[in-house]
């Protein structure tokens, strides 16, 4: 049926005349005409502003903006347009929210992006089986099949899991247009035995390999009762240790039920944070820690963490139970981003991020700290260290060559500090354009040539996502 319905669009849009991409670097009005007809005329743009605002994510790469915007309404639509595009030999560049922060919606070489923000129902709930279907974007800032492709996390993931954690099934479309379900149609299954992981393949995938539109997700029963805290410490190295050892301590769900997720906020983006919501924390580097489960063990589990964390020399407690004061005691966190902007009003933030083993955290943070002093570089640093996480946010003059080489060469010394620690040079962000020399440090001469092969096979042409991972 796939290669029927592919053979039916290239005899409707034949390749001769419908895209002058490949010569002049554009889309002809034909090939715009040919998208018109298969999602409708109010759902493609090839409007300056429309395209722009496609063309960069949260990220300081330069805008590199799509020849066209398009917004497919279901799977069925989007399998048409891919194979239009592969049929003419059109770049494909898939879009969710676009708050990605390594360049990954950039179209280095035009095309088509499509966005798939219209595409937002829940297809599927089975309560019973904890497992869910949804189409690509819904999602509170970003959608889920974007943290798919991207293999992103949050807050939660030292207890759930990271997005590779939670994907029981994906619906992709092939870069031809072909419709894949890589668990097999309708499967949710909670683990499987049978061929290769395919599922996981896609996870990460950053759309180089093909356009989610639609995963299978666990879900998680809601706990008994939540709390919230926060605490300071006098240096990076009490803080981390702090996490350390909560987590040796078998506080971690695996013994008793529940977990804590541990937040760290450095003391630069601790003043930012409160002057930016307004907030009376202690400037000093800081854990923001939640506790799920049972009334009783939580009651447990708060007296043995603050004896940890007091040992470690730690003050200023806050404890909060009621989602009202725990939503207060994470408002830092969370608008931390936009507290680091305010550092330097009219500056762009870049916000890398690396990964270690828990042990070394300690080694890493503070070796971060003191290069971004010598850096000369405004910044801050904000991390999961429950699960060897952390980000460092930097603020960076666009217009300042100087300014962006320097940002330039924290980031990639940032990244083989991981390294030669047995971590990684991202543990969330993704590749995109920024790190795939990294990348290749990372794997090795062998990993990359087998990701480029698996790449060549789905994508021989080379059209999706071009230019990022690899």
Request: aromatic share 6%; with cysteine.
């Amino acid at each position: 049926m796939a290669s029927l319905l592919r053979g039916a669009i290239w005899r409707l849009f034949p390749r001769k005349g419908y895209c002058s991409w490949g010569t002049q670097g554009k889309l002809s009005q034909g090939f715009v005409e040919a998208l018109k007809a298969l999602v409708g005329s109010p759902h493609v743009s090839t409007a300056a502003a429309v395209r722009e605002q496609h063309g960069h994510d949260e990220s300081m790469h330069r805008c590199q903006p799509p020849d066209a915007v398009v917004w497919p309404q279901n799977v069925e639509q989007v399998s048409q347009l891919a194979a239009l595009c592969y049929g003419h030999g059109v770049p494909i560049i898939p879009f969710g929210t676009g708050t990605g922060v390594e360049g990954g919606v950039c179209a280095v070489q035009g095309g088509v992006c499509i966005n798939l923000t219209h595409m937002d129902r829940i297809l599927e709930l089975n309560p019973d089986d904890f497992s869910a279907v949804v189409e690509p974007d819904p999602g509170a800032d970003a959608s889920l099949c974007g943290m798919v492709a991207t293999g992103a996390s949050g807050t939660n993931a030292v207890r759930y899991g990271t997005m590779r954690d939670n994907v029981l099934n994906l619906e992709v479309v092939l870069p031809d247009g072909r419709l894949l379900h890589t668990a097999g149609p309708g499967r949710y299954f909670r683990k499987s035995a049978a061929g290769y992981n395919l599922t996981g393949l896609f996870v990460g995938s950053e759309g180089t390999l093909g356009l989610i539109t639609a995963a299978t997700l666990r879900l998680h029963p809601a706990p008994e009762a939540m709390v919230a805290a926060t605490c300071a410490f006098p240096s990076i190295q009490a803080a981390v240790d702090s996490t350390i050892h909560i987590l040796q301590a078998a506080v971690p769900v695996a013994r008793i039920g529940l977990s804590v997720l541990p937040e760290f906020l450095d003391d630069v983006m601790m003043d930012a944070c409160n002057r930016y919501s307004k907030l009376n924390c202690c400037v000093a580097p800081t854990l923001f820690l939640e506790f799920h489960g049972s009334e009783q063990a939580l009651a447990e589990q708060v007296q043995r963490t603050e004896e940890i964390t007091q040992h470690n020399g730690a003050s200023h407690f806050s404890w909060a139970k009621n989602a009202e004061e725990r939503s207060r005691l994470w408002v830092a966190r969370h608008n931390a981003w936009y507290a680091a902007l305010s550092l330097r009003p009219g500056c762009k933030g870049y916000s890398t991020d690396v990964c270690v083993p828990i042990s070394r955290l300690p080694e890493i943070l503070v070796q971060t700290k003191e290069d971004l002093k010598a850096s000369g570089l405004t910044g801050t640093i904000t991390g999961h260290v429950g699960d060897g996480n952390f980000h460092c946010i930097l603020l960076v003059d666009p217009e300042d060559p100087e300014e962006l080489l320097r940002v330039k060469a924290f980031a990639e010394q940032l990244g083989r500090r991981a390294l030669a620690l047995h971590g990684t040079c991202t543990g969330e962000h993704g590749i995109g354009l920024g790190k795939r020399q990294l990348l290749q440090e990372e794997v090795g001469a062998v990993g990359m040539e087998t990701m480029r092969q698996l790449k060549a096979m789905l994508d021989p042409r080379g059209l999706m996502n071009p230019g990022k991972v690899l």
